[in-house]
T-cell receptor, first 117, second 115 residues
Framework: DTGVSQDPRHKITKRGQNVTFRCDPI?????LYWYRQTLGQGPEFLTYFQNEAQLEKSRLLSDRFSAERPKGSFSTLEIQRTEQGDSAMYLC???????????????FGEGSWLTVV | AQTVTQSQPEMSVQEAETVTLSCTYD???????LFWYKQPPSRQMILVIRQEAYKQQNATENRFSVNFQKAAKSFSLKISDSQLGDAAMYFCAYLWGGATNKLIFGTGTLLAVQP
């Protein structure tokens, strides 16, 4: 088990460009989460999938953001027309089907750093 | 709305000593869960310890223990026999026991361990 994997780890892009991040959860984890973390702040929830269904979205997820999990395995987070305010670390996490309530842990990846210049 | 507050941006402890990190939270719910996560310089968030609100007994995990005061909405983390590897950012987090899977994090406490 290699843990939650995220790619790329770092991305520098010009304002207005589109970027896409990929997350590969731990195998057999059907729940997948995206969080955003800016410097000096704790992670903020963006969205959550159970299998391929996107069940919850934060108000932070503007129309420029779209997340998918087409086959219930890996997920992508795309940001269109990036703005400087999008600069942050994007964290992916996964957990077993019972989520945290049955004692299962939410496992985080190492994150994807985005810098918009 | 639920909030999590960590009032100590930075803390320092001598190796082998004990340190306590503070966390308070605000919620009107009775069924919830609290967590401490550690984020080392490699940036991968690791669960340190968790506490179910319905349990009166404080959780412990080896050198890590919590002081859970439900009425005061306080959830502090005690690290005993501090080690150099404990140096990291520590986040307190809250999860409602309802349908949501949304963790709410505090702003973190940066712990330095002095040799």
């Amino acid at each position: 088990d290699t843990g939650v994997s995220q790619d790329p780890r770092h991305k520098i892009t010009k304002r207005g460009q589109n970027v896409t991040f990929r997350c590969d959860p731990i195998s057999e984890h059907n729940r997948l989460y995206w969080y955003r973390q800016t410097l000096g702040q704790g992670p903020e929830f963006l969205t959550y999938f159970q299998n391929e269904a996107q069940l919850e979205k934060s108000r932070l997820l503007s129309d420029r953001f779209s997340a998918e999990r087409p086959k219930g395995s890996f997920s992508t987070l795309e940001i269109q027309r990036t703005e400087q305010g999008d600069s942050a670390m994007y964290l992916c996490a996964s957990s077993l089907p019972s989520g945290v309530f049955a004692g299962n842990t939410i496992y985080f990846g190492e994150g994807s750093w985005l810098t918009v210049v | 709305a639920q909030t999590v507050t960590q009032s100590q941006p930075e803390m320092s402890v001598q190796e082998a000593e004990t340190v306590t990190l503070s966390c308070t939270y605000d919620t009107s719910e009775s069924d919830y869960y609290l967590f401490w996560y550690k984020q080392p310089p490699s940036r991968q968030m690791i669960l340190v310890i968790r506490q179910e609100a319905y349990k009166q007994q404080n959780a412990t995990e080896n050198r890590f223990s919590v002081n859970f005061q439900k009425a005061a909405k306080s959830f502090s983390l005690k690290i005993s026999d501090s080690q150099l590897g404990d140096a990291a950012m520590y986040f307190c987090a809250y999860l409602w026991g309802g349908a949501t899977n949304k963790l709410i994090f505090g702003t973190g406490t940066l712990l330095a361990v002095q040799p």
